[in-house]
């Protein structure tokens, strides 16, 4: 099992940005598809972002296309979320998960960390 920490989440106005950061422990993810969801106040949890074990395939919601910048580095075992442009609408818990037993689900999963955009 890894355990994920997410950190860099905060308040911030709407057009500025954040730099989240997923840092993983217990075992190395260099191998693992990673990505972000996030929650809202009374909604479902949704997809944000992924990317591929070495970083060379993204892909992206509709909804932060152009704004929104999934990576990793995977000698600091962390993976990154840069959110440019944010908006009101993008308020909420956001989480990592990684695919750690490689079947195509997320196994393991981060506790969050609050992203609140004020207008």
């Known amino acids: 099992q890894v355990q994920l920490v997410e950190s860099g989440g905060g308040l911030v106005q709407a057009g500025g940005s954040l730099r989240l950061s997923c840092a993983a422990s217990?075992?190395?993810?260099?191998?693992?598809?990673m990505a972000w969801f996030r929650q809202a106040p009374g909604k479902d949890r949704e997809f944000v972002a992924v990317?591929?074990?070495?970083?060379?395939?993204?892909s992206y919601a509709d909804f932060v296309k152009g704004r929104f910048t999934i990576s990793r580095d995977n000698a600091k075992n962390t993976v990154y979320l840069q959110m440019n442009s944010l908006k009101p609408e993008d308020t909420a818990v956001y989480y990592c998960?990684?695919?750690?037993?490689?079947?195509?689900?997320?196994?393991?999963w981060g506790q969050g960390t609050q992203v609140t955009v004020s207008s």
């Open positions: 998960a990684a695919d750690s037993a490689l079947g195509g689900n997320y196994d393991d």
């Open positions: 990317l591929n074990w070495n970083g060379d395939s993204t």
């Open positions: 217990g075992r190395s993810i260099s191998r693992y598809r």
